[in-house]
């Protein structure tokens, strides 16, 4: 039903579905998310390349996740045999919240990590200030900095004006930090990136986002790695078992094609070729109203909280309530 939001690239090859940002460029519906946090280098370029053969063209990284530069080797590979051409992958990093004060400087340094002359997209990554050197995820009384999201967007908009990147976006942003936003911004964000899954829908966010024209793109659309029991309450949830049994699917592609059949990006990380692969081969099924009606009655817990930024006098939020404008 959903799938007329589909539209194949030319450019990208009719395999890639995509779907057109504000800024002008098509963002591949399905992505790699990387992440170095128990990956090293290699693996990280061994799941880039897999995925390149698989049919991949979208890659997410960030400053965060140390996973700039074994994207950047294994994109210069892929490119250096003719696997394929820079303009038709789509690569978007983020900006750390040590760099708010100065986006062109943090992207030029992205750049060179990645060995590219341009991104498709740069987003913020959290709208959080701090000091440099800080040691994340554990947040101390000094470490935050007054925010001031006016002129970190204008220096994202120096990164478009510059040719550094073709488009601009936030992460983790609630409807009222991009109402702010939009209220000053010469440039729309094109993209804001955000923690969704069955058990995270994010309706209102999605709502929103689609009435001012930006895209919302799913991290940890699986719901993150295993926790420390082993298990995952979004890929262990039995209604989406039952759902996966009755299509012959896995629980990942049903998930994921649930994702893109409300309209978002997903960006699933995994190191495992045949992972890589079956979360890729979400294209040509699709769910019943049935299996949306079951999914949508989900009760809903969101696994990140970012709660780690609020329990100092100097953070700019005081609970986790604010962090989100009372959006979880
Ligand atoms: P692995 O790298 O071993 O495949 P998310 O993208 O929501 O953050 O989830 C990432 C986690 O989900 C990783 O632990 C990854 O492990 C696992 N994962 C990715 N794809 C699948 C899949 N198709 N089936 C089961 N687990 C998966």
Redesign the pocket.
Known sequence: MLVQIFQESAKMGSAVRVAELNAGPKIPLVGL?TSSINQNPEEIKTAVATALEVGYRHFDTATLYSSECALGDALKEACLKGLVAREEVFVTTKLWCEDLDDPVSALRTSLENLQLEYVDLYLIHWPLRVRKGFSFPIFKEEDFLPLDLESTWQGMEQCVHLGLTKAIGVSNFSCKKIGDLLSHAKISPAVNQVEM?PLWQQKKLRDYCSKVNIHVSA????????NAHGS?DV?DNPDIKEIAEKHGK????VILRWGLEQGVSV??????KG?IT??FQVFDWSLTAEDHSKISRLEQKKTITGHEAVNSTTSPYKSVEELWDGEI
């Open positions: 998310g899954h991290w940890s659309p699986l719901g993150g790695p295993p995952n890929m896995t629980t990942a592609q960006l699933p990380k995994s190191y495992n992972r079956q979360n």
